[in-house]
C-alpha cells in the first residue's frame, strides 16, 4: 500500500560524498517523521538521522557536522547529503517513515529494502 524507494548507495573513496534519496509513494495522506537508519555487517542497526514534517533535525554524534538529513514534503522524499565519508560510515542505509495513510486512515511505519553506502580507504 506504501513503499519506500531508495537509491544513491554505491562505492565511494574516503572523503568523498554520496547523497541518498527515499522516496514514498501509495495512498499517502501525509509523511510525518523521515530518516535513515544504517547497519553493518555483524552490528545493529544504528539510527543515523531523522527530520520531522516541520523541518527539525536530530543526528547521531559520529555524522554530526558531515551528514545533512533534509525533505521535500511535497514530493514525499527525504534525502541524505553524507561528504568527508569514512570507511566505518560502510553500511546498508536504510530510510524510516511514519506515514499517515488511507484505506483505512491510520498511520504506519514503513522501511525501505535499504542501499548499500561502502566507502573505501
Known amino acids: 500500500q506504501v513503499q519506500l524507494v531508495e537509491s544513491g548507495g554505491g562505492l565511494v573513496q574516503a572523503g568523498g560524498s554520496l547523497t541518498l534519496s527515499c522516496a514514498a509513494s501509495g495512498s499517502i495522506v501525509s509523511a510525518n517523521a523521515m530518516g535513515w537508519y544504517r547497519q553493518a555487517p555483524g552490528k545493529q542497526r544504528e539510527l543515523v538521522a531523522t527530520?520531522?514534517?516541520?523541518?527539525?533535525?536530530n543526528y547521531t554524534e559520529p555524522v554530526k557536522g558531515r551528514f545533512t538529513i533534509s525533505r521535500d514534503n511535497v514530493k514525499n522524499t527525504v534525502y541524505l547529503q553524507m561528504n568527508s565519508l569514512k570507511p566505518e560510515d560502510s553500511a546498508v542505509y536504510y530510510c524510516?517513515?511514519?506515514?499517515?495513510?488511507?484505506?483505512?486512515?491510520?498511520?504506519?511505519?514503513?522501511w525501505g529494502q535499504g542501499t548499500l553506502v561502502t566507502v573505501s580507504s
Open positions: 524510516n517513515a511514519n506515514i499517515f495513510v488511507t484505506g483505512p486512515y491510520r498511520n504506519l511505519e514503513v
Open positions: 527530520i520531522t514534517r516541520g523541518g527539525k533535525t
